[in-house]
C-alpha cells in the first residue's frame, strides 16, 4: 500500500468519525425536541412515578448534560437500558436483532450482486436480443416498484393466497419473502449498471486489439470486459448495503422478522430513547464503513485508480 492511500484511508477514517458524531448530534436533539416523551403511554403513571422515571434513567439531567452522558456511553459501546423493554440492555437488543438482520442482509446482498452482475452481462452480450429486451423491461418494473408494495404483493401470492411459505419471518422458511423482496431492488440495478458499463468497456480500443490478436472470447469478457465493467457496480456497493437496510426497516414489519429494522421502528412508536439512539447509531455505522470499504475496493479492482 503506498503512502498516498494509506492517507486517503486515513482522511476517510477521520470523515467517518466526524459523521458519526454528526448523526448522533442530530438525531439526540431533533429527538428531544419532538414533543411528548416516552412514559406518555403508561397507564395510570401518577406525577410522583413519572419523576422517579425521569430520574432512574437520567432523563430528570439538563439536556446537554444528558447529550454528554450519551456520547460517553458510546464510545464504550453502551447504549444505557431500553425505556420500554424493562430490564434490557439496548446492546443486548441490538445484538439479538441483527442475527436475523444481517442474515437477510448479507442473503439479498450476495443475491442482488451476483443476479445483477450476470443479468446486465448475459443483456450486454446479446444486445437488441429478445433475451436483452426481457431483462430490460423486468429490471424497470423492479425498480420502479418500492420495497413495501413488492412485499405486501409477494405476501399475498405466496402467503396468503398460495401458502407456499409462511408469512411470519420468524418462522421456518419466514426469510425467503423478505430476502427475494430486499434484493429485487438493487438486482435490478446493478443489471441496468452491468450492461451499461460493459456494452461501454466492449466498445473500447483494447477490446478490438485482444480480439486481432486471437485472444479467446472467454478470456476478453472474463479477463477484460467483465473486470472493467463492474467499476460502477463497486461505487453502488456502499448506497446498496444503505438500500437493504433501510429497505429491511419496513421488510421487516411486512414480514414480522424479528430483526433490528422491526425494533427500530417499534422504538421509535414507542418513544423509546435509548433504543432510538442504540440502533441509528448501529445503522450509521454500518453504512459508513461500507461506503469506506467500497472506495478501497476501487483500487483493488483498477490499480490504475489513484485514491485522493
Do not use: C
Request: charged share 15%; no cysteine; hydrophobic share 50%.
Amino acid at each position: 500500500m503506498d503512502s498516498k492511500t494509506l492517507r486517503y484511508i486515513i482522511k476517510r477514517i477521520l470523515l467517518a468519525i466526524v459523521t458519526l458524531w454528526a448523526v448522533i448530534t442530530i438525531t439526540f436533539f431533533v429527538m428531544k425536541a419532538v414533543p411528548g416523551d416516552p412514559f406518555a403511554s403508561e397507564k395510570a403513571v401518577t406525577p410522583a412515578a413519572k419523576a422517579a422515571l425521569e430520574a432512574k434513567y437520567g432523563l430528570d439531567k439538563p439536556l446537554f448534560q444528558q447529550y454528554l452522558s450519551y456520547l460517553n456511553g458510546a464510545l464504550h459501546f453502551d447504549f444505557g437500558p431500553s425505556l420500554k423493554l424493562r430490564g434490557r440492555q439496548v446492546t443486548d437488543i441490538i445484538v439479538d436483532g441483527m442475527k436475523t438482520s444481517a442474515k437477510l442482509g448479507i442473503i439479498a446482498l450476495i443475491i442482488a450482486t451476483v443476479t445483477g452482475i450476470l443479468l446486465g452481462a448475459v443483456a450486454a452480450l446479446k444486445r437488441n436480443s429478445i433475451f436483452d429486451k426481457i431483462i430490460m423491461v423486468i429490471t424497470t418494473a423492479f425498480v420502479s416498484m418500492p420495497s413495501f408494495i413488492m412485499g405486501t404483493l409477494l405476501l399475498m401470492l405466496f402467503s396468503i393466497t398460495l401458502h407456499i411459505v409462511p408469512a411470519n419471518g420468524a418462522a421456518k422458511g419466514g426469510l425467503i419473502l423478505p430476502v427475494i423482496t430486499l434484493s429485487l431492488y438493487p438486482m435490478s440495478y446493478i443489471t441496468r449498471l452491468t450492461r451499461s458499463s460493459m456494452l461501454d468497456v466492449l466498445g473500447q480500443d483494447y477490446i478490438r486489439t485482444a480480439k486481432a490478436k486471437g485472444v479467446s472470447e472467454r478470456n476478453i469478457i472474463l479477463k477484460h470486459a467483465l473486470k472493467n465493467s463492474l467499476i460502477p457496480v463497486i461505487t453502488y456497493f456502499g448506497p446498496e448495503l444503505a438500500y437493504i437496510v433501510t429497505g429491511s426497516l419496513v421488510v421487516e414489519q411486512i414480514f414480522a422478522v424479528p430483526g433490528i429494522g422491526r425494533a427500530f421502528v417499534s422504538s421509535i412508536t414507542g418513544r423509546d430513547y435509548t433504543l432510538i439512539m442504540g440502533t441509528t447509531v448501529v445503522l450509521a455505522s454500518l453504512i459508513v464503513i461500507m461506503n469506506l470499504v467500497s472506495d478501497i475496493m476501487y483500487k483493488v479492482v483498477d490499480p490504475r485508480i489513484n485514491l485522493e
